[in-house]
């Protein structure tokens, strides 16, 4: 397919889906204490999103079945498959449920940049309100709705970004230098934050179905492919620059990010006295947002691990899914813990699951009974493989850290 031919599709979504609140603060926090030291590990991130996701559109589009449905397909041993089953659950109902509360964290950030105070003593019922209509807008909402409203905040909250980054003027020979990998010291938790926050585990499942959805055949995988490879290169760069704008106008001036507010000081460029209404805009609808697409993921994913379609027979493990993700993420977010906290460990939980989603994924690229002639060719194998080494040696290292085996 032609670039000039390109129509904006489910990668936008994927896209439009890893720029969120989760996205906006681990990218400011890490331009903010490390300035742009670690953009290598957006840059990585991107590239390994976008070949992950390749693999999970291939596979819906030849496999006609959505991605947890065709690991369970994959597989003929009942124990094996029961076990990868448990495996599967408990990986993306942990993930989902630290991102989920991440999502109602971020909302909550924005809700408190709204109200231009601090809302401490009530933010138990904003955080409930919050939960309660996110459960309104599941029942309601539709996926290509879903679709469309994320396309729209990413395009808005990408031009106020990447208007705050031309304006700072950075200097952009310490941004190449960024480019380079290396772990600044005390900045391996952020480097995993960068990672946790593009490469999202259940958006790959999201990314199967709604490609399913866009192509009714193989024939479609050359559009598809062209879609995933623009969309997501687009949302790694405004990562990209959301670092940058933060480095080039908070790192060194000893600013402590706790709130909404800190974080909007590297946007007074555009919008001056209103930015932090603007972010706030922003990180309320954002969080909003993918606090739908969080637990609706999870729904069609324990429906497809069952057996079962998302608009036939029981629908107890799809309803299931959606509330225990909902009341987790709920009761995460309601803990006594800072928003921006609360949103960086969630980034972190997805960097060090994403290692066993990645192997499932891996497996199934070159199971021939599923893919037939479109398995992974060498240099797919060989990026694949390379990603779990160093997604799972970037994990490892954090564990033995933490454990004092590894300094």
């Avoid at 409203?149 to 208007?163: C, R, T």
């Avoid at 998302?310 to 299931?320: D, E, H, V």
Wanted: hydrophobic content about 55%.
């Amino acid at each position: 397919m032609k670039l000039s031919a390109y129509r904006p599709g489910p990668g936008m979504m994927v896209s439009a889906a890893f720029i969120g609140p989760g996205t906006v603060t681990a990218c400011t926090l890490a331009g903010a204490n490390f300035g742009f030291a670690l953009i290598w590990a957006l840059v990585f991130a991107t590239i390994t999103t976008i070949i992950l996701q390749s693999f999970a559109v291939r596979i819906a589009l030849v496999s006609r079945m959505g991605l947890a449905e065709a690991m369970m397909a994959s597989i003929s041993s009942t124990i094996v498959k029961v076990l990868a089953a448990l495996l599967l659950i408990a990986a993306l109902l942990l993930g989902n449920a630290a991102y989920e509360a991440g999502n109602i964290s971020g909302a909550v950030l924005g809700v408190e940049a709204l109200a231009g105070t601090d809302i401490a003593s009530f933010r138990p019922l904003v955080i409930i309100g919050i939960a309660l209509l996110a459960t309104g807008l599941l029942l309601l909402s539709r996926p290509r709705w879903v679709e469309r409203v994320l396309i729209a905040l990413v395009l808005l909250m990408s031009g106020a970004f990447l208007s705050a980054f031309l304006l700072t003027r950075p200097d952009f020979a310490a941004i190449f230098s960024g480019f380079v990998p290396r772990i600044p010291e005390a900045g391996l938790l952020t480097a995993i934050a960068l990672i946790g926050t593009t490469i999202v585990p259940y958006n790959l499942f999201l990314h199967a179905a709604s490609a399913r959805r866009r192509w009714d055949s193989v024939d479609g995988l050359p559009e598809a492919q062209t879609d995933n490879i623009v969309s997501i290169g687009i949302g790694g760069l405004i990562s990209i620059t959301i670092l940058a704008t933060a480095a080039a106008s908070l790192f060194g001036t000893g600013s402590e990010i706790a709130n909404a507010a800190d974080m909007a000081r590297q946007l007074d460029p555009v919008f001056g006295s209103i930015a932090t209404l603007m972010l706030g805009l922003g990180l309320f609808a954002a969080g909003l947002t993918s606090a739908i697409t969080a637990p609706l993921a999870t729904g069609y994913i324990m429906q497809e691990i069952f057996g079962r379609s998302a608009t036939s027979g029981s629908r107890l493990p799809y309803i299931l899914g959606i509330a225990i993700v909902l009341l987790s993420g709920t009761i995460g977010a309601l803990l006594n813990y800072r928003p921006v906290e609360i949103i960086f460990v969630a980034q972190i939980a997805n960097g060090l699951l994403l290692p066993i989603i990645a192997g499932f994924l891996l497996y199934l690229a070159n199971n021939q009974d599923i893919l037939q002639d479109h398995v992974n060719d060498r240099k797919a194998n060989f990026a694949g493989i390379l990603i779990l080494l160093i997604t799972g040696l970037l994990g490892v290292r954090l564990i033995t850290r933490a454990l004092g085996i590894w300094p």
